[in-house]
C-alpha cells in the first residue's frame, strides 16, 4: 500500500488534472475493439486501452492516465481477502492518500461484465490540489480497486473515452 501512495502522490504533482466528476457507476457500453489488451494477472482482470492512453505497470500497480495525463487511474489489489472488506476499507485507505474527503456519492452496489462492483466518489485534497475521486471495487480473480481522480470539471472532455475504456474491463479470458 506504501507504494500506492507513492505513486499517486507523484502523479498528483507531476500531473495536469482533470476532473471525474462526481463518481459514477461502471457503465455497460459497447466498446469498439481497440490496439491494445492489458493484464492485471493478480487481479485476474483485462481491458483495452482507447487510442492515445497509456497504462503503467508498477509492481502489482497499474497507473492507466488519458492521452494528455490529464484523468488517472490507479489498479490495486487490496490486503483484504474478500469483496465486502475491502468495501469497508475504503474509507480508512482513502484517508491516508485525500486529505479533507468529502462523500457525494455514498456509494452504490451492481455488477460489471458478470463481477461484484462497488462504486463511491467524493472531493478532497492531495497536497494541498483540490481533486474530484471516484473508487471503484471490482471482485474477479482478488479484489481490485479502482481509484480514479483529476481536478474538478474536465471530465466531460473524456466522457466517450473513459465509457469505452469502462465497458473493456472484463475477467481475463
Not at 26 to 31: E, G, R, T, V
Not at 65 to 89: G, H, I, N, R
Not at 111 to 123: C, W
Request: charged share 25%; glycine share 6%; with cysteine.
Amino acid at each position: 500500500m506504501k507504494k500506492l501512495l507513492i505513486s499517486l502522490c507523484l502523479i498528483l504533482t507531476t500531473s495536469t488534472f482533470a476532473s471525474v466528476g462526481s463518481a459514477k457507476p461502471i457503465a455497460k457500453f459497447s466498446a469498439p475493439v481497440t490496439q491494445e489488451v492489458f493484464h492485471h494477472k493478480e487481479a485476474g482482470i483485462q481491458f483495452e486501452l482507447p487510442k492515445g492512453w497509456t497504462a503503467k505497470p508498477d509492481g502489482e500497480v497499474i497507473t492507466v492516465a488519458t492521452a494528455d495525463d490529464s484523468l488517472q487511474m490507479v489498479f490495486w489489489v487490496p490486503d483484504e481477502d474478500t469483496f465486502d472488506a475491502a468495501v469497508k476499507d475504503l474509507d480508512k485507505e482513502l484517508d491516508k492518500t485525500i486529505k479533507n474527503v468529502k462523500t457525494t456519492d455514498k456509494g452504490t452496489q451492481d455488477t460489471h461484465n458478470g463481477m461484484p462492483h462497488f462504486s463511491a466518489g467524493g472531493t478532497g485534497e492531495v497536497e494541498g490540489v483540490t481533486i474530484e475521486w471516484s473508487v471503484d471495487v471490482l471482485a474477479a480473480k482478488k479484489v481490485v480497486i479502482i481509484l480514479t481522480f483529476a481536478a474538478p470539471g474536465i471530465a466531460e472532455a473524456h466522457a466517450a473515452e473513459t465509457a469505452q475504456f469502462i465497458a473493456s474491463i472484463q475477467k481475463i479470458k
